[in-house]
């Protein structure tokens, strides 16, 4: 009797799937989102860097789960594998700019954006100023009215202006560079606001600077974002001083000015011509594949509009032994956190849905992705080579901080489409509220990968554990003293049954938009949606 009340309830169960579109609540076990992560953690994939050993054995577990789980290899030639060939280039350590007499050495008073250009260069042009450097006027942006920029270096403000939200900040930081090119700028300064040098300290913005890596695509050509500029560094105020000299506002009433309206004019040009130089660099490559899974949809008029599920597979390897170490210390950075919980979370979702009594409807492309520590670019590499058509929408599975039962979540790009609802009908009903985004000044909506796809015109959205409770010291603590680290390793007290309980939220988000029978849409004033049409005119909208 007990056996045909449990197959009456499944057959219950299936009902209300198949008759009212909701997806069952899903059955997610603790310990088996702990036994990935401890395999994805452990010493010996050694921070699973992108083209090591360590992330191919990690690649080789992820695909061996989804073999096991029944999912389609979706990779090249019916593999599970999508690989990719990456190219390096290093920073000059003698690049320098020269401005009033004054050399300044990189990695001193200026860090050099690396250049996907190994060509030695030299550019000598005159300076002009422009405010922040933001060019949108229709949405108020028109840091270059009445300026002049062609073949000059333009200097801008780190940030943007107060009051900006923080996901359009972050992506008109992320464009910055593309706009003065467009202007006909030929490089850019960036100089650091007083806020911005009190939240990260010089030595270790110097530290942090790492090479260029592109990838190369099926053409045998170099990708890049086609910004045009020779050159881009960054410097802090006091350091400004030497650019502004001679000119009709000082650095510090620029500055001073930020802080309240009038004062200076928001453009104009400097007196200072500035010269940069840098040697040849060499090149170096290595290959790093992404790891592709395919759960087929019912409905064959949506089989080419797959929704995207993925998480970063890959991590930071083998920390460089600094000065001040200690003798024999832990240099391996695991990536636990940051991301074999976004990984561990991948796959108990797929596991879940292939659980389902029903298909969805469209197909679901599962992504374990490379690269992402170095710029995004695995995810790049599949936003402009994508398999089984274009990509409908993307949940993105970056780094929950699984050290405390989160109450809250905050759902990074929610709110500038149709996939907002969809998230709050699933945080509803597992009691999890959503809170706004409480570290605007991190930019975090930029730095994960579901933003190559939203600068595609994807609509995506990426869930972030909250604050609530004692969600914000746990976070902030993590942040400050183990992200990035040796420290993201397995003996952070991890609470498993938050795991399984993200990876029942995202699985609820994951399941509608998989089964809504409309692709995904920006809503008609969202700034992403006017953001992204003005450069690709695919994007789709939502009135």
């Known amino acids: 009797m007990q056996s045909l009340f449990r197959l009456a309830a499944v057959a219950a169960a299936s009902l209300s799937f198949a008759a009212f579109g909701q ?45 096991a789980l029944g999912l389609r290899p979706a990779g090249a030639n019916a593999s599970w594998y999508q690989p990719i060939q990456f190219v390096r280039f290093p920073v000059d350590p003698a690049t320098s700019l020269t401005v009033g007499g004054r050399r300044l050495q990189q990695g001193r008073e200026i860090v050099f954006r690396p250049s996907l250009n190994p060509a030695a260069m030299s550019v000598e042009a005159p300076l002009v100023f422009v405010r922040y450097g ?19 270096i333009v200097v801008v ?31 850019m300064i960036t100089v650091r606001t007083p806020a911005d040098a009190a939240r990260v300290p010089w030595q270790r913005l110097a ?24 050159f881009s560094a960054t410097i802090d105020p006091a350091t400004a ?7 009709e506002c000082t650095a510090e009433q ?22 940069v130089e840098r040697a040849a660099v060499r090149e170096t490559r290595f290959t790093s594949a992404n790891v592709l899974g395919l759960i087929p949809g019912s409905d064959s008029a949506l089989a080419d509009q797959p929704m995207l599920l993925m998480a970063h597979l890959d991590g930071l390897g083998i920390r460089t032994p600094r000065p001040d170490d200690a003798a024999g210390a832990d240099q391996i950075r695991n990536g636990a956190m940051d991301n074999a919980t976004g990984v561990a979370t991948l796959i108990e979702v797929a596991r879940q849905l292939m659980r389902d009594s029903d298909r969805p409807r469209r197909p679901i492309l599962l992504a374990a992705v490379t690269a992402e520590e170095i710029g995004l670019l695995g995810a790049e590499y599949l936003a402009h080579n994508p398999v089984g058509g274009r990509v409908a929408a993307v949940v993105n599975l970056d780094m929950p901080v699984l050290t405390y039962p989160f109450s809250d979540v905050i759902a990074f790009g929610a ?6 609802p969809i998230v709050r009908r699933a945080a509803a009903r597992m009691n999890v509220a959503l809170a706004a985004d409480p570290l605007p000044q991190e930019g975090l ?39 990035h680290s040796p420290r993201d390793d397995l003996s952070l007290p991890f609470d498993w049954q938050a795991g399984a309980r993200f990876a029942q939220l995202n699985y609820l988000i994951a399941r509608e938009i998989a089964d809504a029978r409309e692709v995904p849409r920006w809503y008609a004033d969202s700034f992403f949606g006017d953001a992204v049409a003005a450069g690709q005119p695919r994007a789709q909208r939502a009135h």
């Open 23 to 67: 997806a069952p609540a899903g059955d997610f076990s603790p310990d088996a989102f702990r036994a990935h992560v401890t395999f994805l953690g452990d010493d010996l994939l050694e921070g699973r860097e992108a083209g090591s050993r360590g992330y191919d054995i990690a690649a080789r577990y992820v695909a061996s789960q989804f073999a």
């Open 445 to 483: 909506f930029t730095r994960s990968d579901h933003y190559k796809f939203v600068r595609e015109g994807v609509p995506s959205v990426f869930l972030m554990t909250g604050f609530a409770g004692e969600g914000r010291e746990r976070f902030t603590r993590f942040l400050a003293d183990t992200y």
């Open 254 to 275: 620029v500055l001073d000015a930020e802080a309240r309206e009038g004062g200076c004019p928001r453009g104009f040009a400097l007196a200072q011509t500035a010269r």
């Open 134 to 152: 933001l060019d949108m006027p229709a949405r108020g942006f028109n840091d270059y009215a009445g300026v002049d920029v062609r073949g000059r």
């Open 241 to 247: 001083e030497t650019l502004f000299a001679g000119a």
């Open 157 to 187: 403000l780190s940030g943007t202006p107060s009051g900006t939200p923080s996901d359009v900040a972050a992506h008109l930081n992320a464009e910055k560079r593309r706009m003065a090119a467009a202007r006909g700028a030929v490089g």
């Open 415 to 420: 709110e500038h489409s149709t996939l907002g």
């Open 207 to 230: 530290a942090s600077s790492r090479p260029a890596t592109t990838w190369i695509g099926a053409d045998g050509r170099l990708f890049t974002e086609g910004d045009g500029l020779a």
